[in-house]
């Protein structure tokens, strides 16, 4: 059966690309995930010129160390060429970015500004966010996520919402975090899509999207 990769984007614009992968003759499955990789790889090393380089450390910017407590992914070298990007890797750095109060509006004229730079650099910024949701913290270039090798499949989530935050559309912000064991696994923070009446509307409509999340892990994880 072939497994059709579609419509992939990276941050220089789309991508479209048909990857096909269909199971060597011969292939049987010997029970066991290792020796299952260990013979896929046997089979496409006589059909192709290929190298097998071990474990996975690096790739598209993102540092891989595999233990035997686990993984850890992080983006340290990706985080520090977006300082050196935008000239920013000499400033000093600052226990709180900006007041915890803080709304800000949209400017009805300010002087123009180089989109494409700004889109750039935005793009960087949330790639980075991949692997790590916070980057209000001081001096954490090096920081990403561990993956611990605990054995639960026990998923966890909580959610929460900002009220009104938006001063110019009213809409609150929905937040919501979940974890497989002891390691995060997916993270969302958006605007909430209709305008929330009280704070207790706003949690229900976070709570709800985040319901949803647990539906679509439960199927794609506990089923497997």
Excluded at 8 to 25: A, F, M, R, S
Excluded at 39 to 49: G, I, V, Y
Excluded at 182 to 187: F, V
Aim: glycine residues 8%; hydrophobic residues 35%.
């Amino acid at each position: 059966m072939g497994d059709p990769s579609l419509g992939c984007k990276d941050l220089n614009g789309e991508l479209n690309e048909d990857v096909y992968i269909t199971q060597p003759e011969g292939f049987e499955n010997k029970g066991t995930s290792l020796n299952v990789i260990k013979q896929f790889k046997d089979d496409m090393s006589r059909r192709f010129e290929m190298s097998d380089l071990g474990k996975l450390t690096y790739y598209l910017g993102i540092e891989v160390t595999q233990g035997a407590d686990g993984i850890q992914i992080k983006l340290g070298g990706y985080a520090q060429g977006i300082l050196v990007k935008t000239k920013m890797e000499s400033c000093n750095y600052t226990h709180v970015p900006m007041h915890t109060s803080l709304k800000i509006s949209k400017a009805v004229e300010e002087p123009g500004i180089d989109a494409t730079s700004y889109q750039s650099t935005i793009g960087c910024l949330r790639y980075l966010l991949h692997l790590r949701p916070d980057l209000a913290f001081l001096d954490t270039t090096e920081y990403g996520l561990f993956f611990k090798r605990s054995g639960t499949m026990e998923i966890t989530g909580y959610s929460d919402s900002s009220h009104n935050i938006d001063v110019d559309d009213g809409r609150s912000t929905t937040g919501f975090m979940f974890y497989l064991g002891t390691s995060p696994i997916t993270l969302t923070s958006c605007k909430q899509p209709t305008v929330a009446f009280s704070s207790c509307e706003a949690e229900y409509m976070a709570a709800t999207e985040a319901e949803k999340q647990t539906i679509w892990l439960m199927v794609e994880i506990m089923n497997k």
